[in-house]
Every structure is written in C-alpha cells, then in structure tokens.
C-alpha cells in the first residue's frame, strides 16, 4: 500500500519502533557490566524482546510506506532529528538506579498501553501488542521489584535511587503528550485514549513508590512532546553514531 510520510499511521509506527529501538539499544550496553550475572542477562532480555518489537513496527511501517525500503533501513538509515522517540528512552545508562527509573517510567506506560492496543481495529497493531504485552509484563514486574528493592534497601541504594526519580521523573509526562499522528490516531480509534491509561499507570506508580518507602515526586514534569517531534537531547547523535556504525561503513551488508 502506498502512503506519504505524513500517513498517521506511518508516522506513529517509526514512533513506536524507534522507542523500542532506542531503549533496547541503551539495555545492551549493561551487557557484560550488570551489578551481578543474572541481572546482567535479565537487562540483555529486555533489550532483545524491545529489539524484536522494533522489528514488528519498522516492517509494518515498511510494507505501509510501499516504496521498498526494509526495517534496516528504516533502522538505520535515518538521521536523529528523523527518529522519533520520547526523550526519556535515550538518556544514559547511568548507574544501576537510574537504569531501573528509566525502565519502571517506560515499563509502567508501555504494558498498560500495549494491553489496550490488543483491542485496536488495526488487525495488525492489535496482534503485535498481544505478542509483546506478555514480555511487557514480565519488564514492568522486574522494574518494579528492583525499584522497591533499591528504595528499601541500603542507605546508599536509597540515595542513587533518590538521584535517580529527581533527575528522570520529569521525562514521563512525554509519554502521554500525543503527538499530531497519535491524536489523529485516537480519533479513529485505532490509539487508544492516554488520558485513560493514566489513572491505571498512577495507581500502579504510586503502589510500588509506597512498597520502596519513597515519597512521591512532586516537581514540574517537561510539557507536551519533545523527542516525538524529532527535538532530541544531545545524547541521541552519539547513540545512533554507534548503532548506525557497520550499515553506514558497509552499506547493504547482510549477514
């Protein structure tokens, strides 16, 4: 089927697809640097069930798209000002703390919003979320039991947790800001209503900040959409410099 770029459906689908990417890129580089082995291989799981829904979408928005380009070349042919992810998913690993906030905030928007998707009418959506929310289950129970570990834990796990919540919280309100597309896509049905995700996605947060003894914060988060709209933090470029690497030295190289 042919489309244009500005085809809703299109642009939400590199949306999607990036974010995935994006973050499962960033869960990769704990790889052979996790706090003990079994978290180490738990961080490299999550990263490859993302990737695996990253795939999902970028094919999908391929074969919309109609003008022959493939999932790798959505993937990484595109420069940072065209990629499409919230700006919370490519923030820096940092320490083990705020790899676990940037994950609970994504984990926490990402399952609920995949259990609605299951009842898109976009057949296709809807058979995509029902694969990925059992993996999305399984993310939001890891980073909700180490986020209420790190808080009830030792002094010093509480206070790179503290650091952690103050320096990443702020980048949630992204999630829920739709863009230009999501909002067309609501108004079909085919999104769900994030305005109806929320008090789920609250309830949820709020239970386990209370499970780890920690306060809920109460500072501004950043209004409306930044990384969905291609205004991406520094951080962005040096990833996809990285990510990008062999298909751009060796253009069209298959395995």
Request: charged share 20%.
């Amino acid at each position: 089927m042919a489309s244009s770029h500005s085809h809703p459906l299109f642009d939400y689908l590199l949306q999607a697809a990036d974010t995935s990417l994006v973050l499962g890129h960033r869960l990769s580089e704990w790889c052979g640097h996790g706090p003990v082995l079994e978290q180490d291989l738990a961080l490299a799981n999550i990263a490859l069930d993302l990737l695996g829904e990253a795939r999902s979408y970028y094919q999908y928005a391929a074969e919309l798209e109609g003008l022959g380009r493939t999932e790798d070349d959505l993937a990484y042919l595109r420069s940072a000002v065209e990629y499409r992810n919230p700006l919370l998913v490519e923030q820096p690993n940092g320490d083990f703390a705020h790899t676990v906030v940037r994950q609970f905030l994504f984990d926490n928007y990402h399952y609920h919003l995949l259990k609605a998707l299951q009842a898109s009418p976009d057949a296709t959506l809807a058979a995509i979320a029902e694969k990925a929310v059992k993996e999305a289950a399984y993310h939001l129970k890891w980073s909700s039991e180490w986020l209420i570990r790190l808080g009830d834990g030792t002094d010093e796990s509480r206070r790179r947790l503290d650091k952690a919540i103050a320096t990443l919280w702020r980048y949630q309100d992204e999630l829920l800001a739709p863009t230009p597309a999501e909002a067309a896509l609501q108004a079909l049905g085919v999104l769900p209503a994030y305005h109806d995700l929320q008090p789920t996605m609250q309830a949820h947060a709020a239970h386990v900040l209370a499970e780890a003894t920690v306060p809920a914060p109460t500072g501004p988060g950043y209004q409306g959409a930044g990384g969905k709209l291609g205004r991406h933090s520094e951080h962005l470029g040096y990833l996809l410099a990285e990510l990008q690497y062999l298909q751009r030295t060796y253009p069209g190289l298959q395995w």
